[in-house]
């Protein structure tokens, strides 16, 4: 019924087969058993639904009050030569658009969990972008050729408003499936745009609009009713990917797109007289459009702070000292800092014995440490495995204050292990004026503490094996590796 009845009004209103002998026929019983089978489909796939059993209910309530609609204006009012306006079936034609929303929302919801939300924004702003477009194009349109008493106006008005509703919806759910909504929502929501075509084309017809009369009109609406029933009977729903990637020119797709619309629409207010919901719903848009731009901005902050932060101990990683130091040198005339490179001494034999994830946790834990040691005083890095960096202010020098206390934040002992730290630090700009020499001058300089270390624990070993005496040579921090060659 739904795909035959549809199929026989649109050969007899079309094309003439049938002659006009059917028209009554084919306009009336016909044209409401196929509505009626819509929303029956509607009301079957309801029951077997699953998630998405309220979202059919509600699609179903829609057509159905569409479909009863139609039955009271075949039964009392279509041979009536002055039908009452409003009548109850306006009541039914206008409750279709709410119904209809609510259940398409409810079906987004069911198709998509835990939308990405510059999806949500896209699709707002295509929404509110067609809402305002209709609006100019349609309703004001409606509105200059209405008249009548209070409630016949607003009965009138009514339906433009339902009509940009609809259109908005189906705008802005294709938005979210990234303009690619695939068959099943396809097949819904040129049901509904269909649906609206007619609308508007039944409006501007009965507006005395330079369009032809006749029942033209009328397939129309049925090709609306059988895609929605389609759609109804699909076992396989596509699903809205709730994480959308977006790069590039992509991103700044509906935004600037809408926005473009949207200057249209504020130049047009300089050459003709617009309505106040034109203007609101063009307001409104730009204010999404803004909001949307906005909310990328602090989402690529946040992403940007994520690539640049240490998974593990919450410091900044090596691509975050190489920038903040790119940063400090331009400006280290004015203001100079140090450098300082730490490594930490046993922490391999530590992971050894007491494996990774105990590792990692003292990893965390000395992070810890050596933030709240530094406070404000400067800013601290793990730039890759145990090893850690401190920018500080000023020209501490390679025995500053600021290297000893980091130093002992990046201490820990216990039964069977012992964990300290090497350093070497660099004061900028007098002893290197740029990130790529002053990170190797404090490297060199940490590995000749490590090697001093390493050298003076293997005396004190041969002392104790051997009773001898330690050689009296002092030897000073970066210094080690130039006086043991």
Known sequence: MLFGGALVVTLVDWLGIGGSGLESFVNGPLYDAVVVSAGLACLVKADKAGRERNAWLALAAAVLCWAASEIYWTAFLVDDPSPPYPSPADIGYLAFYPLAATGVYLLVRARARELDWRLWMDGLIAALGTAALGAALIFEFVADRTSGSPIQVATTLAYPIGDILMLALVVGVVAL???RP???WSLLLVGLAALVVAD????????DASLPGGSWIEPIYLIAAACIGAEAWQTRADTIQPMARFDGWRELMVPAFFATVMIGLFAMQYFSRASGLTTVLWAATMIAVIARLGLSVRENKRLLEQVRTDHLTGLGNQGRLQ????????????????????DLNGFKRYNDT???????AMLERMGAQLRDALGAAGDAYRIGGDEFAVLTTGADGRNGEVAKLTAE??????PGFELNAAWGTVTIPEEADAPAP??????????????????????????????????SVRLRDGEALEQRK
């Open 182 to 184: 695939g068959r099943t």
């Open 354 to 360: 007491f494996g990774h994830p105990a590792g990692d």
């Open 323 to 342: 920038v903040d130091l790119a940063a400090r040198c331009l400006r280290a005339g004015e203001e100079p800092l140090t450098l300082i490179l730490l």
């Open 438 to 471: 002053a990170m190797q001058l404090a490297d060199v300089r940490m590995y000749a503490q490590k090697e001093s270390r390493r050298l003076a624990d293997g005396d004190a070993i041969a002392i104790e094996r051997t009773g001898a005496q330690a050689p």
């Open 200 to 207: 508007v084309a039944y409006t501007l017809q009965s507006t």
């Open 177 to 179: 499936t990234r303009w």
């Open 409 to 414: 934040a990046l201490s820990a002992s216990g």
